[in-house]
């Protein structure tokens, strides 16, 4: 099964350009404004985390982070559509940023701790980008992140006794501050989405 996993993992940048209009019909939406500006950071978005790195196994807080402005994502490995899109959306961002890329932290909360070992999730992000971090925990770390967040994340229950997640599918950009500048939705114009993953590179550059 895992080995199927990758083999999924590494077709997605095949396909994905061909699945918009099946993906806009699947989970929540996060939402964002059409223009590409940030705006003034506010507070009520984003606050402390304690959680677990998946390249290393460290644990880290907000304040391991806060030297760059911040891309945030919350899904999880077993998500069928809008994390591996979402993800390899960010990964080709990153790649236009070129070396501006290295002015932004790019990271992945996992909200399906259970499942999302550091190991797991490393392998599932390093297959889109050795940019992005994967952040796992105990489920009560991941409850407190999403909490801060004011993140939508809730389990459900499928016939087969097996389980997936329902999300909130908006990236958070935020400021060196940790406060709250701007969304990406998702699958947003590129021509809306990456200028503003750029503005944000260029308030740590």
């Avoid at 994390?83 to 996992?110: K, N």
Wanted: hydrophobic fraction near 40%; proline fraction near 5%.
């Amino acid at each position: 099964m895992q080995a199927v996993r990758i083999i999924l993992w590494g077709a997605v940048a095949l396909i994905v350009l061909g699945m918009g209009a099946f993906l806009a019909l699947t989970t929540m939406r996060g939402q964002a404004p059409d223009q590409s500006a940030l705006y003034e950071g506010v507070d009520s978005v984003g606050g402390p985390f304690t959680l677990v790195r998946s390249d290393t196994g460290e644990t880290v807080t907000q304040e391991d982070f806060a030297d760059k402005p911040k891309a945030i994502f919350f899904g999880f490995t077993y998500c069928p559509d809008v994390c591996p899109t979402t993800l390899f959306e960010l990964s080709t961002y990153l790649d236009q940023l070129g070396p501006l890329a290295d002015d932004i932290h790019v990271l992945m909360v996992t909200i399906d701790p259970e499942r999302d070992t550091p190991e797991f999730l490393e392998q599932y992000v390093a297959a889109f980008s050795d940019t992005i971090v994967g952040l796992t925990g105990t489920q009560e770390a991941v409850d407190e992140a999403v909490a801060n967040y004011r993140v939508y994340a809730r389990r459900v229950e499928l016939d087969d006794g097996d389980y997936t997640m329902d999300h909130t599918a908006s990236i958070f950009l935020m400021n060196e501050d940790n406060q709250l500048v701007g969304t990406i939705a998702y699958q947003e114009n590129p021509e809306t989405a990456f200028p503003k993953l750029e503005r944000l590179a260029r308030m740590g550059s």
